[in-house]
């Protein structure tokens, strides 16, 4: 059997993931492009986990070294998003159902936003794991999300599909954020790799899916609830998540 990529940006990201994939044991490291690739296995899963670091370049290459390297048959990005549409909230969780450049414009030349000579602007993960990461997201709320919300002091979280922007830059301005929304009607929320991953693995027909929690709301207070969140919160998020999704993944 090949094995499930798994990328997130940052190390909170992932959670518990490789602390699980060490207890495993048959747990190797493969250092490649100044990235670590983590080979094991989680939750009975064969997985290579990676850190891309942030940034739609960052994406784009970890996707096309798992894809051609290590082989993986699909990949999964886990991490945190701003808010951009006005009823996500801090806590809740975005399951993409389409992936889109926010800040790709080839205009007059393309349409803006379409990924030249590739004809489309926007790129749809894999049904099947989209779904699997919804059960996995709604069913950690509700097992664990009032205790969270009240220890937190954050609403109770819920679970959204739909529309995930990405893009070079971090949204904390209330122009940057509402420039967005005038332009992207229908964007849940914003982040800085996942349309990436979605078009590598459009060019090479592997399936994937990106799954995110809201850590901040894309305005003036982002940058504050961002770092109080990845160091309080994602974690948590994260490996609730990944704990439910995996054991069904396969
Ligand atoms: N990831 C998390 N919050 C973000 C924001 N406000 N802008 C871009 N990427 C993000």
């Known amino acids: 059997m090949k094995r499930l990529g798994i990328m997130a940006a940052l190390p909170q990201e992932l959670g518990d993931l490789i602390a699980r994939m060490q207890a495993a044991g048959d747990f190797r490291t493969v250092t490649l492009g100044r990235r670590e690739y983590h080979i094991g296995q989680a939750h009975g899963v064969p997985v290579v986990v990676t850190l891309a670091r942030i940034g739609k370049v960052a994406a784009a290459a970890t996707a096309s070294a798992l894809i051609h390297v290590f082989d993986v048959d699909a990949i999964v990005f886990t991490g945190v998003a701003g808010g951009v549409r006005g009823d996500v909230n801090v806590g809740d969780i975005i399951v993409a159902d389409a992936l889109l450049q926010h800040d790709l414009d080839a205009s007059p030349l393309f349409p803006r936003y379409e990924v030249p000579l590739l004809e489309r602007a926007r790129f749809e993960p894999d049904a099947a794991l989209g779904n699997a990461l919804a059960v996995a997201a709604a069913s950690f ?96 998020w994260s490996s609730g998540i990944v704990a439910r999704f995996l054991p069904a993944s396969r």
């Not at 009032?146 to 002091?153: I, K, N, S, V």
């Not at 899916?209 to 770092?227: C, K, N, Y």
Request: hydrophobic share 55%.
């Open 141 to 236: 709320v509700a097992e664990q999300g009032a205790a969270l919300a009240d220890r937190f002091g954050i609403a109770v979280p819920r679970v959204h599909r739909g529309l995930i922007i990405s893009g070079d830059r971090f949204i904390a301005s209330h122009d940057a954020l509402f420039a967005l929304r005038d332009a992207l009607p229908d964007a849940l929320a914003v982040e800085m790799e996942g349309a990436a991953l979605a078009q590598v693995c459009f060019e090479h027909d592997v399936p994937c899916a990106v799954v995110r929690t809201i850590s901040d709301t894309a305005d003036a207070a982002a940058p504050t609830s961002f770092v109080e969140f990845l160091r309080a919160i994602a974690a948590i």
